[in-house]
T-cell receptor, first 117, second 115 residues
């Protein structure tokens, strides 16, 4: 049981380049999230998804896009990378009771450390 | 807008001493999480507090939740070096069923335990 798997673990991008951070989970969780963590700070929500085909913005969505074509995968796309996007990115998933909207525990991936130069 | 504030942000402790980390939040919630993060690592779940008055203990750590005061505490008893890490609290505002489990994190408390 792999849990939440993120790739790559490290990446250096030049300003203006684009890339996709991959996230996949094998727990059949319905909700998935992308957070970023800047040095010395807590995590901030970028985007989230409540199921395949449904995504919505979090607190800091500018400069990012997401898609959720399957339950398992939730890639994060960076277009026109900027130095302000230098951060550690964490993907997470949770199992939410649709009837009560009660969230089970969260599982976090190991993170992707991105540097934009 | 939900705000989550931890204090202290930095905590230097001697082994064997006790201390408490505080987590205040600004909006009604009945669900609070504590996480541990080691340098360069992901987040490790410590506690999930689901109701007013909830208290959970694991080893030298004990967490509590007072939803009326909008306050959670993480108490450290007889600290040991292995507890050195960054500790985050995170609040879920799903009470009304509209936030879909989105977490708002505190800034984190960097704990260093030295001999």
């Amino acid at each position: 049981n792999a849990g939440v798997t993120q790739t790559p673990k490290f990446r250096i991008l030049k300003i203006g380049q684009s890339m996709t951070l991959q996230c996949t989970q094998d727990m059949n969780h319905n909700y998935m999230y992308w957070y970023r963590q800047d040095p010395g700070m807590g995590l901030k929500l970028i985007y989230y998804s409540v199921g395949a085909g449904i995504t919505d913005k979090g607190e800091v969505p500018n400069g990012y896009n997401v898609s959720r074509s399957t339950t398992e995968d939730f890639p994060l796309r960076l277009e026109l990378a900027a130095p302000s996007q230098t951060s550690v990115y964490f993907c997470a998933s949770s199992l939410v009771n649709i009837r009560t909207i009660r969230v089970g525990g969260y599982t976090f991936g190991s993170g992707t450390r991105l540097t934009v130069v | 807008e939900l705000k989550v504030e931890q204090n202290p942000l930095f905590l230097s402790m001697q082994e064997g001493k006790n201390y408490t980390i505080y987590c205040n939040y600004s909006t009604t919630s009945d669900r609070l999480y504590w996480y541990r993060q080691d340098p360069g690592k992901s987040l490790e779940s410590l506690f999930v507090l689901l109701s007013n008055g909830a208290v959970k203990q694991e080893g030298r750590l004990m967490a509590s939740l007072d939803t009326k005061a909008r306050l959670s505490t993480l108490h450290i008893t007889a600290a040991v070096h292995d507890l050195s890490a960054t500790y985050f609290c995170a609040v879920d505002i799903s009470t009304g069923g509209t936030s879909y489990g989105k977490l708002t994190f505190g800034q984190g408390t960097i704990l260093t335990v030295h001999p």
